[in-house]
C-alpha cells in the first residue's frame, strides 16, 4: 500500500511537466496564412506579395489548392473564425491539403511555409491552423490596462521586448506598434473672429469639402433615391492639397481661404483604442511555437514581466488569450466536480452499507491516475479539456470494476467464507472477467490513437494508460486494501448458506 501510494505521489510530480492546455488544433487539412504589409501600403503592393506566395505554396506537393482574399479576411469557413475588417495591407490565404493528408503531414507543411516565409521584405506573413474551442486572436494575449494612450504605447513597447526575447514566442504583435497620422486644423479663433467667421460655419465647410454634404436626392426611373453629395475635387496625389482649395463664408459673404485662419498638419496617433470593462487598454500577443506548451510559455512570460516591467500607478497587467478562455471555459468545474464525488460516494454508500468498501472501490481511481499522466508524458501530449475529459470516463470503468470485485468478495464472506479465504477468491476469480474488459476497451481505443487526431487521441491516450495501470495495479491494491480495513457484512446462517 505504502509503495502505491509513492508512485501515486510521483505520478503527481509529473503534471507540472506535461503541461495544461485547453482545446488543440484542428485535425482539418487547411492552413491559414495571414498577410499584413506595412500600414499605409497601396492594394497593389498587398496584392503582388500575395501572388508570389500563392506560386510558391502551389510548388508543394502535399497542397491541392490555394484560394485568396486580398484587401480583405475570408469569408467565415470554419466555426470559430471571423471575417476581418476591409484594410488595403492585409490578405488571407487559404490553403487546401489533400483529403487524406495525416495530422504529421499538415504539421510538416506548416512549418515548412514557416520557415519560408519567415523574411519577405515588406510584409509579416503568418502560417497556423484552425484552432479548436473559443475563438480568441492568439493563446497568448497580455493585456496593460490603464488611463493613458502614450504610458500605454511605452508600456506595450517593453512588453513586445521581453515577448520577442523569450524562447517558443510565433508571430508577436503589438497593437500600438505603428502609429497612424491624423490630420489636425488648428484654428485661430482671433483671426476668425476678424473675418467675421463663426465655428459652425467653419466646421460645415470643412466637413462639405473632406466628406461631402447631403444636398437633396436625385430620383431614378425605378423610382430609387441618390443622395446628391457636394464636395471639392479631389486631388489623390497629395490630399493635404485639398485644404488649400477650401474657402470659408464670413457673415459678411466674402470667402476665406481656411490656410488664412487655420494651420494644418499632421500629428501621430494611436491606430486603435480598445477598452476593457470601460477602462483603456494595450493589447500584446504571441502564438507558441513548435515544441512549446502555452501554459508554461504564458507563466514564463508572466513571470519576467513582474520582475522586469514596473508598472506606474493605476496600471496592471491582464493575462487573456487561453489563459482568460480557460477560466471562463472551467470557471464552475470546480462545484461540478464536489457535487459529482459527493453524489458517487452517495450512490456507493447506499448500494454497499458501508463507507469501508465504498473506500475500497473509490481506490482504484488513483491507480487509474498513474498510468494516464504517464501516458501523457511518454506521448508528449498535455493535460487538455480532452484529456480530463477522459479522466473522468477512466473513473467510471474503474469504479465498476472495482464494484464488481468488492461486491463478489463481500458475497463470498456471506456465505461463510472466511475473510483471507475470500480475499483471495475475489480476486483472483473476478480477475479474468476485469482484464477481458480492459483488453476490450483498450483494443477499441487503439486506432483513436493511431489516428493522431489532435482532439480525439489524448482521450483514448488517457483511457489505455488509465486501465492498463488500474488492472494491473488493483490486482494487489484492491485485495490488500480490502484484507486490512474489512467491511461488515452480515454472515448467513448454514442453511441459508447451504442453499446459496
Do not use: C, W
Amino acid at each position: 500500500m505504502t509503495g502505491a501510494a509513492l508512485v501515486f505521489g510521483l505520478s503527481l510530480m509529473v503534471v507540472p511537466v506535461i503541461g495544461f492546455s485547453l482545446f488543440p488544433t484542428s485535425e482539418k487539412p487547411i492552413l491559414l496564412v495571414e498577410v499584413t504589409t506595412e500600414p499605409g501600403s497601396a492594394l497593389s503592393h498587398t496584392d503582388k506579395i500575395t501572388r508570389g506566395l500563392e506560386k510558391q505554396i502551389l510548388k508543394k506537393e502535399d497542397v491541392a489548392r490555394v484560394s485568396s482574399n486580398i484587401g480583405k479576411g475570408n469569408p467565415r469557413i470554419y466555426y470559430n473564425e471571423f471575417q476581418k475588417q476591409n484594410a488595403d495591407n492585409i490578405a488571407q490565404l487559404v490553403v487546401y491539403l489533400g483529403d487524406r493528408a495525416s495530422v504529421p503531414e499538415i504539421e510538416k507543411l506548416e512549418s515548412e511555409l514557416r520557415q519560408e516565409f519567415s523574411s519577405i521584405a515588406g510584409a509579416t506573413v503568418q502560417v497556423r491552423r484552425f484552432q479548436q474551442g473559443t475563438p480568441i486572436s492568439a493563446p497568448i494575449e497580455i493585456r496593460i490596462v490603464g488611463p493613458n494612450l502614450d504610458t500605454l504605447e511605452n508600456l506595450a513597447n517593453k512588453v513586445e521586448t521581453i515577448f520577442k526575447e523569450t524562447e517558443g514566442t510565433l508571430y508577436v504583435k503589438n497593437d500600438l506598434q505603428y502609429e497612424k497620422a491624423d490630420i489636425a486644423i488648428d484654428v485661430d479663433k482671433d483671426k476668425a473672429g476678424l473675418y467675421g467667421i463663426n465655428g459652425a460655419e467653419l466646421a460645415r465647410t470643412v466637413r462639405m469639402a473632406i466628406a461631402g454634404l447631403e444636398i437633396g436626392k436625385l430620383r431614378s426611373g425605378e423610382g430609387d433615391e441618390n443622395p446628391i453629395v457636394l464636395s471639392i475635387k479631389e486631388n489623390s496625389l497629395n490630399p493635404i492639397e485639398n485644404f488649400d482649395r477650401i474657402q470659408v463664408s464670413s457673415m459678411g459673404g466674402a470667402l476665406v481661404p481656411l490656410k488664412n485662419i487655420a494651420e494644418i498638419g499632421l500629428q501621430p496617433s494611436a491606430p486603435v483604442i480598445r477598452h476593457f470593462n470601460k477602462e483603456r487598454y494595450a493589447l500584446v500577443s504571441s502564438f507558441v511555437g513548435d515544441g512549446h506548451n502555452t501554459d508554461k510559455l504564458t507563466t514564463t512570460l508572466l513571470n519576467r514581466l513582474e520582475k522586469e516591467l514596473k508598472l506606474p500607478k493605476s496600471y496592471r497587467l491582464m493575462a487573456a488569450g487561453e489563459v482568460e478562455s480557460r477560466q471562463e471555459s472551467f470557471g464552475g468545474i470546480g462545484t461540478i466536480i464536489i457535487l459529482t464525488v459527493f453524489g458517487l460516494l452517495a450512490i456507493l454508500i447506499l448500494e454497499f452499507r458501508t463507507f469501508k468498501s465504498t473506500l475500497i472501490v473509490l481506490s482504484v481511481i488513483p491507480m487509474g491516475i498513474i498510468g494516464a499522466l504517464l501516458a501523457l508524458y511518454l506521448t508528449g501530449e498535455t493535460l487538455s479539456f480532452v484529456a480530463t475529459v477522459g479522466i473522468i470516463a477512466l473513473a467510471g470503468i474503474e469504479i465498476k470494476n472495482s464494484i464488481l470485485m468488492v461486491d463478489y468478495t463481500n458475497g463470498l464472506r456471506e456465505n461463510g467464507k472466511d475473510l483471507y479465504e475470500a480475499v483471495l477468491d475475489g480476486a483472483e476469480t473476478r480477475f479474468l472477467p476485469i482484464l477481458l474488459t480492459s483488453l476490450t476497451a483498450i483494443g477499441g481505443m487503439t486506432p483513436l490513437v493511431l489516428e493522431h487526431s489532435p482532439l480525439i487521441s489524448p482521450l483514448a491516450i488517457v483511457l489505455i494508460g488509465g486501465l492498463i495501470s488500474s488492472t494491473l495495479l488493483s490486482r494487489l491494491v484492491t485485495p490488500v486494501l480490502y484484507y486490512l480495513i474489512p467491511p461488515s457484512v452480515s454472515i448467513k446462517n448454514k442453511e441459508e448458506a447451504d442453499i446459496a
